[in-house]
């Protein structure tokens, strides 16, 4: 036996129904299979989308601050040359000697002696400390001390001994031994490598 399964069977009521039923039905297979998908790809994309515009923006806040940076740098350039006046990187005794005679000569004073001493290493740089024995007056000594305290190198006075002459002259009554301590840079490489308190 046969079965009609014709729509124009059913009650209007009942065919509206199955309408609805399959309608529902396509709705949502389409919002599944399709609006669903597409909605979580929009957001995948949006969230990429927000990463590079804050790498975009990151990126121009660096480039407009190269320039700054550019400056900054050449600043501390000029300061670091500025300081290795004051603080060298490798010791050179006639240099100093000459620098050391020209303020001597400066302050109307002999230099009767010049011995460099051990050096002694510490952390970041390196006392170099040099006996020195002076010919003259005291005045022209504490001259010779206030121009070493303005010289653009470092050099401390220490171990001052001052003795009268005997027999005096004019500009010749005094002779003073001390010991000018100057200092040199380490190599961050060399001080690392070395020990601090260690003798040359």
């Known amino acids: 036996m046969a079965i009609d399964l014709s729509l124009n069977k059913l009650p209007w009521y009942a065919q509206v129904g199955l309408f609805v039923v399959l309608g529902g039905i396509g709705v949502g297979a389409f919002y599944q299979f399709y609006v669903t998908p597409t909605k979580a790809e929009m957001a995948t994309r949006e969230s990429r989308l927000a990463s590079l515009r804050g790498e975009i923006t990151k990126a121009s806040t660096t480039a407009s601050q190269l320039n700054q940076f550019k400056e900054q740098v050449g600043e501390l350039e000029a300061r670091l040359e500025s300081l ?12 100093l000697l ?19 001493n051990p050096t002694v ?14 010919d ?3 005045h022209n000594l504490g001259i010779f001390f206030d121009r070493v305290s303005k010289f653009s190198r470092i050099i401390s006075i220490s171990s001052i ?14 002779t003073a031994d001390c010991v000018a301590t ?17 003798s040359d």
Do not use: C
């Not at 290493?121 to 002076?134: D, G, N, R, S």
């Open 136 to 138: 003259g007056t005291y």
């Open 182 to 198: 100057t200092f040199v840079l380490l190599d961050p490489a060399k001080a690392a490598a070395k020990a601090p308190g260690k």
């Open 121 to 134: 290493t510490k952390q970041m740089h390196v006392e170099w400390p040099i006996a020195l024995q002076l």
């Open 84 to 95: 290795k006046a004051v603080l060298p990187e490798q010791k050179d005794a006639a240099d």
């Open 161 to 174: 001994d001052i003795r009268s002459k005997a027999k005096p002259e004019i500009n010749s009554t005094i």
């Open 98 to 116: 000459r620098r050391i005679q020209t303020l001597a000569t400066q302050s109307n004073l002999a230099i009767r002696g010049f011995k460099p």
